[in-house]
């Protein structure tokens, strides 16, 4: 499994920004996908999730996100993508995506983040 | 949202001792807890699942308790490349949250 975030970069407060995370060494239209962010210094945030196509290709948002924030996924490219828009200060962060896995038996509703990528940093400051 | 407590925030260590790191959630979260480990500069690594199951290629070091709202990990003869922060992360309800992190260092 391999996952490689790209994109990240120094904006202005306010301003829109995508990053991208390319998937390989997996069957990626079946995964169900998340973004985890950690601002520098600072301990891991969820950031959202989205399903596969197969469960609907649904997403969830954290609060401080959502409405802002929007996860989406090219399953013919092997692509997952976070569209940041009306970026603020306090979003500077290092976003890593991240596979989701479940357990088995009686733990099969216990999701966890399997494989990370490497994370890109993104800066928000005038 | 459920909260994730850890305790210490932080602790020294010799390589060789047990270490355990306990996470105390908001509100019962049955074993719907995951661990994870960082190291300085990188990604996050998948220690430990639904509380005691560990992760393909984790050292047998590493083992998970707890059920409810109270969870340990332990590690059972720290080496050196143990040191590092670590997480507990609920799966309970979305968002999903963390706790906020332990940091092991050498004494």
């Known amino acids: 499994v391999q996952l490689v975030e790209s994109g990240g970069g120094l904006v202005k407060p306010g301003e829109s920004l995508r990053v991208s995370c390319a998937a390989s060494?997996?069957?990626?239209?079946?995964?169900?996908m998340t973004w985890v962010r950690q601002a520098p210094g600072k301990g891991l945030e969820w950031v959202g999730r989205?399903?596969?196509?197969?469960?609907?290709?649904?997403?969830d948002y954290a609060a401080p996100v959502k409405g802002r924030f929007t996860i989406s996924r090219d399953d013919s490219k092997n692509m997952l993508y976070l569209q940041m828009n009306s970026l603020k200060t306090e979003d500077t962060a290092v976003y890593y995506c991240?596979?989701?896995?479940?357990?088995?038996?009686?733990?099969?509703?216990?999701?966890?983040?399997?494989?990370w990528g490497q994370g890109t940093l993104v800066t928000v400051s005038s | 949202d459920i909260q994730m407590t850890q305790s210490p925030s932080s602790l020294s260590a010799s390589v060789g001792d047990r270490v355990t790191i306990t996470c105390r959630a908001s509100?019962?979260?049955?074993?719907?807890l995951n661990w994870y480990q960082q190291k300085s500069g990188k990604a996050p690594n998948l220690l430990i699942y639904?509380?005691?199951s560990l992760q393909s290629g984790v050292s047998s070091r590493f083992s998970g308790n707890g059920s409810g709202t109270d969870f340990t990990l332990t590690i059972s003869g720290l080496q050196p490349e143990d040191f590092a922060t670590y997480y507990c992360?609920?799966?309970?309800?979305?968002?999903?949250?963390f706790g906020q992190g332990t940091k092991v260092e050498i004494k």
């Open positions: 991240t596979t989701v896995n479940r357990g088995s038996g009686s733990y099969y509703n216990n999701l966890f983040f399997e494989d």
């Open positions: 060494g997996f069957t990626f239209s079946n995964a169900w």
């Open positions: 989205i399903k596969s196509e197969g469960s609907g290709a649904t997403t």
């Open positions: 509100q019962s979260i049955s074993s719907y």
């Open positions: 639904a509380a005691y």
């Open positions: 992360q609920q799966s309970y309800s979305t968002p999903r949250t």
